[in-house]
């Protein structure tokens, strides 16, 4: 049995969806794909509808590709302040619904170079466990295999 909602109460919940929407984004900018998930069940699905196009309409809420990409610019130089990788980045920004961002190799490399000389300080001289240890953790911060190779075992 589903009860009927009077005009009064729709609006009141469109709006409540609405100051959520905009609480995320105060807090930081947020893509399309991450506020609708953010926002499923706990609103009707036209009210999430009606907030984002708000928000669009506003300019809140990226809606072409130029603030896409000036997005994925932002999240991804946060996460290479981070200490992260290419790959990692670009998982991340997959799963919020924004485009891959290119890599700089010549920084990523140095990037990488600095993260493992603060993790494993004299890894030149380290024993292959050693090695092998730094490249699992270059790895799993999203290092491509080529440039771990280059930094951790010389090749």
Known sequence: MEIELTDEQRKENMMRARRRMMDLI?????????????????????????AIEYGKDHG????????????ADKMAAMLHRKGKGIRYINQYLGER?????????????EKALELLETRYPGIETADEATRTKAGRFLVSRGYEMDIVRKIVFRK
Request: hydrophobic share 30%; net charge neutral; proline share 8%.
């Open 26 to 50: 105060a807090s930081r900018d947020h893509s399309e794909k991450e506020l609708r998930r953010k926002l499923r069940g706990k609103f009707d699905p036209a009210d999430i509808d009606a």
């Open 60 to 71: 809140w809420v990226p809606s072409d590709d130029a603030s896409k990409s000036k997005l």
């Open 97 to 109: 619904g924004l485009p891959p961002v290119k890599s700089a190799g010549e920084s990523e490399l």
